[in-house]
């Protein structure tokens, strides 16, 4: 039986949104929940807020980033050649070869990512792996006058990659880390909206911005916001792969549910209520220690004006930060099912505190 993904999760895999330049992204969680939503704002950084009032609950705030990883156009030469920066953290080693969309005021223009051939390198070279700087991108431009009337200093680039269902549920895209995150905040608001009379929580899902380069919009929009809890929603890496010691990273999984992280980032009694519904809802899930801040949202809505109690759940993936992440998409469904039970199993007076 042939599995269906669901069409507010691929339209956001197929948005080029890197850090910075989220509007693909901000256009299709518009188009999917604004309408559903009691209010719904845009702010200066590119959040997208949507609200559902409850009845006289505590506030809960779920967020997910929009923005991906990228490049940015930093210099053409006298030959065409576009020179770039990376919008988030890439592995260099995997940059060359690809091909990519840069976007400009014009529309698309496609390119490739260039470096010096192998057979051009002597042997101590070939054990290196370029820097930015010795890497360049391709449009096929005669000279820099031909490069300057396509593409301008400042331009987006991101691979040209899309999403695919490599077997049942499991599915390939250049940005599941964090369109699934998005997806996840913004649809469990879309099925709270269908029985309102299910909970009593104001709940608040945000699109957030810029997260790839310091969670900034997670930082203004929890200030704004400012919640009684939040749960953010991410990736997190899958070890169920060769080359991963286990020892150092633990032990998650494709296809075993969401990861609920515990660690210092993490208020306590958020966990616990995440553990209970889950468990009340017949939900997988996974475990993962964090003995620091997280390098998510989290972090930043943790610390937002007096603190929040802030919960972390992760969709397991493989291969983070490369054009073909991989995901379970029922891994995605669970994530969805848990916020919705964690929204409804918060009842008025109740606080983070502990």
Known sequence: MSYTPPEFLVDLL???????????????????????????????????????????????????????????????????????????????IIIPGRRILIQTENGIVKGVTGKRAVHLMNAKDREKVPQVNEMWIDIAAKDKEDAESRVQVGDVATYDHEFEL?????????????KCGAYIVGETLRRLAKDKKSFKAKVISVGTSQEEIGVRGATTSSYGVNPDFAVAVDVGHSTDHPDCDKRKFGATKLG????????????????????????????????????????TDAR?????????????????????????????????EHCVRLLVGFSQDLEPGETGNW
Do not use: C, W
Request: charged share 25%.
């Open 14 to 92: 197929k948005a080029k949104s890197p850090s910075g330049a989220e509007g693909q992204a901000q256009s299709v969680f518009d188009k999917h929940v604004e309408s559903e939503a009691d209010s719904y704002e845009r702010d200066t950084l590119g959040n997208r807020i949507a609200t559902l009032e409850g009845d006289g609950g505590p506030s809960v705030m779920y967020s997910g980033h929009l923005d991906e990883l990228g490049f940015i156009v930093t210099y053409i030469n006298d030959d065409g050649f576009l020179y770039f920066a990376t919008i988030g953290g890439h592995d260099r």
């Open 256 to 295: 075993a549910g969401p990861i609920i992280t515990r660690g210092p980032n993490i208020n306590p009694i958020v966990f616990e209520k995440l553990i209970a519904a889950a468990k009340k809802r017949d939900i997988p899930y996974q475990l993962e220690g964090d003995p620091r801040p997280t390098g």
């Open 300 to 332: 930043a809505i943790q610390m937002a004006r007096a603190g929040v109690a802030t919960g972390l759940i992760s969709v397991p993936l493989r291969y983070m930060h490369t054009p073909s992440e991989m995901v379970d998409l029922e891994d995605v």
């Open 166 to 178: 490599i077997h049942g549920s499991v599915g390939a895209a250049r940005a599941f880390d964090n």
